[in-house]
């Protein structure tokens, strides 16, 4: 799938929604080592939540998060978790939270996988696909803290209406999250920084903190890594739902 590609289910003729145009790239990379592809078939189906893809709830009904994870711990979600390095590192750090990460790149869900098995977590579920999916089943109010870590910069402007933070993606993500609820966003271009500081209040969040420094729990990725070797900045920003 090129980057320009809609959404398959937009394309084959679903006029329920708004045009819906991808925030991510890629779904697939380079050919996967053998034991991703281990991870794959012998530990996905186990963490992938139930009723979240349209071929398994069509009519879109909300789920019950609870059956996710058999408890009502508070859920926080990871919008492209990437490699997993950040999914992970919360997960171990924070075993009283459940955690959904959701990530369209089937490359990066098998290195997730693999970082699940060594690091041993259980308060993790994995979506192998778009977070619009998750964002449409679940109930107002659900996401405890949500999690943007260096997504697709879409550099062109003529592109910046697909980034995340737009109010075809930032209102639905609003709706899940609780009052009060942190939203975190970290990336390493100017322009996409800017455009959250404009756009995220708008979909009734406040801006808490705008820095270079990271959050104290904070674990740099590969993405943050690369950023860094290139010359570019990460910037970081908090929100508050409100």
């Known amino acids: 799938m090129s980057d320009e590609s809609e959404h398959p289910e937009a394309a084959d003729g679903d006029t329920s929604r708004p045009e819906w145009r991808n925030f991510y790239g890629r779904i697939r990379g380079k050919t996967m080592r ?23 709830n ?4 909300v789920i019950d998060p609870a059956t996710i994870f058999g408890n009502d711990a508070p859920i926080w979600l990871e919008v492209g978790f990437g490699g997993g390095e950040h999914l992970v590192h919360m997960a171990a750090t924070y075993p009283q939270v459940n955690i959904i990460g959701a ?6 869900v098998a290195m997730l996988l693999g970082k699940i098995r060594a690091a041993e977590v259980t308060n993790l579920a994995v979506h192998p696909g778009d977070a619009r999916d998750l964002m449409d089943v679940l109930p107002e109010g659900s996401i405890a803290r949500a999690f943007l870590n260096y997504p697709d910069p879409w550099p ?3 592109h910046h209406r ?31 920084m ?43 920003a908090t929100f508050r739902r409100l």
Do not use: C
Not at 58 to 61: K, T
């Open 58 to 61: 069509p009519a879109r009904e």
């Open 156 to 158: 062109k402007r003529r």
């Open 103 to 108: 990530e369209p790149f089937i490359n990066g």
């Open 34 to 56: 053998a034991s991703q592809k281990t991870y794959l078939s012998e530990d996905l189906d186990s963490l992938r939540p139930r009723g979240i893809t349209r071929a398994e």
């Open 194 to 236: 800017a455009q959250a500081l404009r756009e995220v209040p708008k979909a009734g969040f406040e801006l808490v903190a705008h820095s270079g420094t990271p959050w104290s729990d904070w674990i740099s990725t590969r993405y943050e890594q690369k950023a860094l070797r290139e010359g570019r900045t990460p910037d970081y």
């Open 162 to 192: 697909r980034r995340f933070v737009t109010a075809d993606h930032l209102m639905p993500l609003a709706r899940v999250m609780a009052p009060g609820a942190e939203f975190r966003v970290a990336t390493d271009i100017p322009s996409y």
